[in-house]
């Protein structure tokens, strides 16, 4: 009886039983902390890269857009989606993150602008509509740091000021 009452008021194992039943819950925080902190850095990787893609198509030859449409699947719209995808309009290097797969991920659309901002004279004179401006949007899945995550995410931006095309 002496015996047992001296196990139970025995404290030298304690501290190595709290950290047992805590380790768990730290390790979580700490991948978790990881896992968000990639997140934001690839929501931040696609909305640069449908930035530049917008500034590059803006550049375009206005000769590339005519009467305010994107032709699909022409040069000017597949240079588009590599921009954003690579960095690149011919598509050479690496893909700017893992799950960005394919090239359709990415939309390039065109609105005519007639407002005073733009217009319809000058260089747009062939655009009774107004002047063309770009909106380059793109929606890629989220690949998670460590292989496994709370469902399936998506990451989606859109170039937050249109660009006026005034060609090259």
Partial sequence: M???????ADRSGSAAVEMALSFPILLVLIFGAF?????FLAE???????RDASRY?????????????VPSGGV??????????????TGAGDQRLAGW???????VTIACDNSSSYGTGGIYTDF?????AITVTATVPYSPLFGFGLGTLSLSASSDAQAAVIGT
């Avoid at 719209?77 to 921009?83: D, P, S």
């Avoid at 394919?102 to 939309?107: G, I, P, Q, R, V």
């Fill in 76 to 89: 000017a719209e597949q240079q588009t989606q590599r921009i954003a995808r690579f960095g690149d309009p």
């Fill in 57 to 69: 198509a803006a550049r375009l030859p206005l000769a590339d857009y005519p009467s305010c449409t």
């Fill in 101 to 107: 797969t394919s090239d359709t991920m990415t939309t």
């Fill in 35 to 39: 896992d968000v902190g990639n997140y």
């Fill in 44 to 50: 931040h990787v696609v909305a640069k890269a449908v």
């Fill in 128 to 132: 009774p509509n107004g002047a063309p």
């Fill in 2 to 8: 002496k015996r047992l009452a001296r196990l139970i």
